[in-house]
């Protein structure tokens, strides 16, 4: 597989999601800079970028599926299998609800997923890990085996110490470094 050449990624998401100001994280940390990645992974180049980046990543040892925590996960979730299949590489890709809907099969985990199954979180921004941790304990709920977890952006303040914790592996496309930005303390 072709080396991966983030410098596009990083332009992209420097034209389009990196903002500056005041702000206060999902983590409840407040922050001096935000990343609004959904501006890139909806954007047809921005998926294709990470889409790349992240079957990159995941080179040639493929878990049998992608996912992680609604809604940050879809849009990087639907681009890491789409472009799967264009290359005829068999990955599938499931969502966690934050809540079981309340009818149907009531399940936190959606998409054609069995427990057994390898599987890697995907995340957008990872901060201390809290959402992407959520992911991993409703899919190793459901029966999934968990392999690591592999962001677009890392920001550098506690999210790869969690998961290590946990024996489990972040990778990213991104470090916020890649911004010229120092990690917050």
């Known amino acids: ?18 903002k500056f100001g005041d702000f206060t994280l999902a983590s409840g940390k407040k922050a001096s800079f935000y990343l609004d990645t959904k501006q890139v ?24 599926a992608v996912g992680g925590m609604s809604i ?23 969502m ?19 427990p057994g199954d390898e599987a890697v979180i995907v995340e957008d921004v990872v901060t201390t890990g809290g959402s992407s941790l959520l992911a991993i304990d409703r899919a190793l709920e459901f029966g999934m085996k968990i392999s690591r977890v592999i962001a677009i952006v890392d920001r550098l303040e506690g999210g790869r110490e969690a998961f290590a914790k946990r024996n489990i592996a972040l990778d990213s496309l ?5 911004f010229g930005i120092e990690p917050q303390a």
């Open 174 to 178: 991104l470090t916020i470094r890649d």
């Open 41 to 64: 992974t909806l954007d047809s180049a921005g998926a294709r970028l990470v889409g790349e980046g992240i079957l990159a990543l995941l080179g040639d040892r493929l878990p049998k």
């Open 72 to 94: 940050g996960a879809d849009p990087i979730t639907a681009a890491v299998i789409t472009l799967a299949g264009v290359r005829g590489l068999p990955l599938l890709g499931f």
């Open 96 to 114: 966690v609800r934050k809540e079981p809907k309340g009818h149907g099969t009531n399940r936190y985990i959606e998409g054609p997923v069995q």
């Open 1 to 18: 597989m072709a080396v991966y050449d983030k410098q596009p990624l990083i332009d992209l998401v420097r034209a389009k999601a990196l």
